[in-house]
């Protein structure tokens, strides 16, 4: 294992691209107040600047972009999507929730604050996110304004993360079927990933029949993702992922590689990746960035 | 102290069928699902039905319906902004943060449940407040729902409630100046408030200069209520609040009461109660529920 740049070239360019403007964004976005909210912010550009791999930042930029949308406007959006991916890790790691006491290759925020900040700055998060999204400033048409919060606001809640989360707490140390882990993972982590996508195709007013395929590539690296995740987890290096490892065997938690082994989710997770390649088919060159990431989505370290 | 209900005639009414009307429209909202986010569910009913004044709700439906808006539509925004309201109850509870095992005469989140479930609850209860409003079943013109979502966004992030919930906690032990806890308890307390009429009138369709009314009224009806809380928890009855009391002063909570003694903070209280009623001068006897609010809030015994 190394940690050296994975991926094609468009893709290597791209998330070096999209980290630096996410990084900016967000600095741009919350400068810290000469008051006693400051630790809040502190807190808030902890968990949001310099870190993570932006993959749901990069594929809204790229879906909107296949449709014309100016990368400006979509990484306003795009941080959005990002501050609600941020809120729900600086909660996780909470020692109520995982009690993960590294981040990205840093605390986490209880660790680098308090407990008490940790959950403000996870509620600020997404408040910040549906503040950004309902601005007219960044999108002048309502219409747009208001699918885009309800795209999100779905992705995130009960329907979404929130109760992926509950279904993935729930059942530590029980025996789920394929089914229900399934389930489990594509709300967890398949919601907010199909949002991003989602969320370009409204930028880019695109009708549902185009949304469809998008969708279903959303939904196929969505897994894809998650049981990479679960893969370096059981077998990864904990310098590359620059967090803690090894944890979710010891919490009984119910994921691909725990029902299958590591080899058959290894295929499980390759196949996934060549199902969402085919959703692209009726697009051409100008979709090899999302080509790119599908393939990273199984080959990366971290 | 008494707990027999106060306030005027129409008050009371109001009160009674505001509270009938919350926890019915949650009950349909929340049905508990058939799959491991029935816990979630469950903790986030637990959260809004049966429970509380309903303060926001009432304010909402009563300045939407100045406006010749049905009480059906303002419901529905009603139950976004008590979804928001009451996720940070369940949070301000947690162990980490004001640590009360007790909220409305019941056990709190992470005392019935658990702390994750807790913490998940507040989450998922604030994305579905975002969800509820940017519902084009219920708010058809896509203008209005991206308004309401402005407007509960920045009230509730880290420019309003989260905001002051971290200045709370920050000036703890600490002299704060009037003008700083005035501040203080504008974003904690009175940021929601305001924006319950704000989305009244948003609703209704509402110029600006009506608005700037209004607004003063909710400015001043919030700090009212948040004096009076602070006599509350000071001198009032636990059994009548349903929670534990006098945690202020121990706290070393930055306060009205604790800056200005009992008997000048309830002058203060009264003083913005009358300048609220003033706002609404160019309002006849429609406004007279409003103004009987506004009374209530220095009057209430929990």
Not at 61 to 72: D, I, N, S
Not at 180 to 192: M, Y
């Amino acid at each position: 294992m190394t940690s050296a740049p994975q991926g094609g070239p468009l893709l290597r360019e791209a998330l070096a691209a999209i980290a630096a403007d996410v990084d900016a964004g967000f600095d741009a976005l919350l400068p810290v107040p000469d008051d006693g909210r400051a630790r809040l912010f502190e807190a808030m550009r902890h968990a949001t600047i310099g870190g993570g791999k932006r993959l749901r930042p990069l594929l809204l930029v790229a879906v909107a972009g296949l449709h014309g949308v100016g990368r400006e406007t979509a990484m306003r959006a795009a941080l959005a999507i990002e501050a609600v991916h941020a809120f729900s890790l600086v909660h996780d790691d909470l020692p109520c929730m995982d009690d993960d006491a590294m981040r990205h290759g840093k605390p986490s925020v209880h660790k680098a604050f308090d407990e008490a900040t940790a959950v403000l700055a996870g509620d600020g998060l997404m408040a910040f996110a549906f503040e950004i999204l309902s601005d007219s400033q960044y999108f002048p048409d309502p219409f747009i304004r208001a699918e885009l919060v309800r795209c999100l606001a779905v992705a995130s809640g009960p329907a979404g993360m929130t109760g992926g989360q509950m279904m993935d707490i729930t059942g530590e140390g029980q025996e789920l079927d394929l089914h229900t882990i399934t389930r489990l993972q594509q709300l967890k982590t398949g919601a907010l990933l199909g949002a991003a996508v989602e969320m370009g195709a409204i930028l880019g007013r695109l009708p549902s029949e185009g949304r469809r395929h998008l969708r279903g590539y959303a939904l196929d690296i969505g897994l894809a993702f998650q049981i990479s995740d679960d893969l370096l987890d059981h077998e990864g290096d904990e310098d590359a992922a620059g967090k803690a490892l090894r944890k979710d065997a010891a919490a009984g938690k119910q994921t691909f590689v725990a029902r299958l082994g590591a080899e058959r989710a290894r295929e499980q997770a390759r196949a996934l990746v060549d199902q969402a390649i085919a959703h692209l088919a009726h697009h051409g060159h100008e979709a090899e960035l999302l080509r790119e990431l599908a393939r990273y989505i199984v080959e990366r370290d971290h």
